[in-house]
């Protein structure tokens, strides 16, 4: 009587049968982006037909399946945007993750802007008018900016709230 959610990346179909005959019922695979040439620049060595193969093949095992975006990654434009509420408006997943892009000190990325709340907000509101019964998380990246958005981004569309519960040391 558990649920087991999965998120291990992009597997083979095989696997991903394997897993679901175990009791493995939720998996959580984000697209980052439905834009190839995007995609790209995030992931130098996968493609992103790839990672639509996994989330098909997720969904056509019965998998409950999870995607999302960030909002703000390097080379995103509000098109982009549009285009990955769309993919995930015609794919209907169980659940949609978004957040905003936070640069690390210790990547390529790491004097990127963060991503604009607002924006979040607003991608948040559409998914939950294209996605009506979609668990919406109020992720944890809302709530590691300047101040903790997570009520706000509830406000907007989200039906899930997801705490950090990381020591502070």
Same mark, same amino acid.
């Given at each position: 009587?558990?649920? #087991?959610?999965?998120?291990?990346?992009?597997?083979?179909?095989?696997?991903?049968?394997?897993?679901?005959?175990? +009791?493995? *019922? !939720?998996?959580?695979?984000?697209?980052?982006?439905?834009?190839?040439?995007?995609?790209?620049?995030?992931?130098?060595?996968?493609?992103?037909?790839?990672?639509?193969?996994?989330? &098909?093949?997720?969904?056509?095992?019965?998998?409950?399946? @999870?995607?999302?975006?960030?909002? @703000?990654?390097?080379?995103?434009?509000?098109?982009? #945007?549009?285009?990955?509420?769309?993919?995930?408006?015609? !794919?209907?997943? *169980?659940?949609? @993750? #978004? +957040?905003?892009?936070? $640069?690390? $000190?210790?990547?390529?990325?790491?004097?990127?802007?963060? +991503?604009?709340?607002?924006?979040?907000?607003?991608?948040?509101? =559409?998914?939950? =008018?294209? &996605?009506?019964?979609?668990?919406?998380?109020?992720?944890?990246?809302?709530?590691?900016?300047?101040? *903790?958005?997570?009520? *706000?981004?509830?406000?907007? +569309?989200? &039906?899930?709230?997801? $705490?950090?519960?990381?020591?502070?040391?």
């Amino acid at each position: 009587d558990m649920a #087991i959610t999965l998120s291990v990346g992009e597997r083979s179909r095989e696997d991903y049968e394997c897993w679901k005959k175990a +009791g493995a *019922d !939720r998996y959580l695979l984000r697209i980052e982006s439905s834009d190839p040439a995007l995609y790209a620049s995030l992931h130098a060595d996968r493609t992103v037909q790839t990672r639509i193969r996994c989330l &098909n093949d997720l969904q056509e095992l019965g998998y409950q399946t @999870g995607s999302g975006f960030m909002v @703000g990654v390097p080379g995103q434009t509000l098109n982009h #945007i549009a285009k990955d509420i769309i993919f995930i408006a015609e !794919r209907n997943f *169980d659940m949609v @993750g #978004i +957040g905003p892009f936070i $640069p690390h $000190p210790q990547t390529p990325f790491r004097n990127a802007k963060t +991503g604009d709340i607002k924006v979040t907000m607003n991608a948040e509101a =559409l998914i939950r =008018l294209t &996605n009506k019964n979609a668990w919406l998380p109020a992720t944890t990246a809302v709530g590691s900016l300047d101040k *903790d958005y997570r009520v *706000d981004v509830l406000k907007a +569309g989200a &039906n899930v709230i997801m $705490p950090n519960f990381s020591p502070t040391d």
